[in-house]
């Protein structure tokens, strides 16, 4: 039985950024439609989809974490097929960027990791948005991210994609709602997310890291 392409029927959001020196970054949520009512809607509704995500304010838990050396500048989406081809691409920047207030207290490319969950077990279920962390509280008897601190992040991070999902589901087609999800590549299926958790350990973007040109101080030996 051949397979009916519904145009999209899933979203990649992907959340932009810049930080001082000109390095990009971004976070890339996918929002699932796991009922298609039929039909399709016309590129400026998704332009319309955009700008709406673009206009959902940073929450300030995350907006600290950037330090005022980094900051959310654009969003773009991606409309996707059932058979993963991309169909639809939108993009609206924020208007201001937004960024936090305080200086730097960490390397450029530490991060704190959102992990995704979803009912179903195994790696292919699971996803994993990495934010950008130049600015983090550490508990100076644990050395570890404080659990209120923990908190703050994940409830930040939960009201930021909520406000996402929210603002992409405008009604265009009656029955289409889209979800947050995991796109498992593996299996060509997404889960809807079910839970959402953070770590009291910031991680470090192994990628983010080898794009950039590092300077080294030298010094010769033995000592003179």
Known sequence: MAVVETPCQFIRVSVQGIIAGGERWSINPVYWAFD????DYPPEVFQEMAA???AVDVPAGLQNLLSNQASVT???LDGISNTEIVTKT???ALNPAQSGSGAPSCPRTTAVVVSL???APGASNRGRLYWPTLQLPIDSNTVNIAPNVQTMIVEAMRDYLSGIEDAININELP???YRLAVWSRTNHSG???T???VGNQPDSQRRRKDAIIESYVSSGYPAP
Do not use: E, F, I, K
């Open 195 to 197: 839970r959402l958790a």
């Open 191 to 193: 889960r809807p997310v």
């Open 36 to 39: 298609w009512p039929g039909g």
């Open 90 to 92: 939108a993009s609206a």
């Open 74 to 76: 654009s969003v773009r």
């Open 117 to 119: 969950r979803t009912a």
């Open 52 to 54: 709406a995500a673009a």
């Open 175 to 177: 029955g289409l709602t």
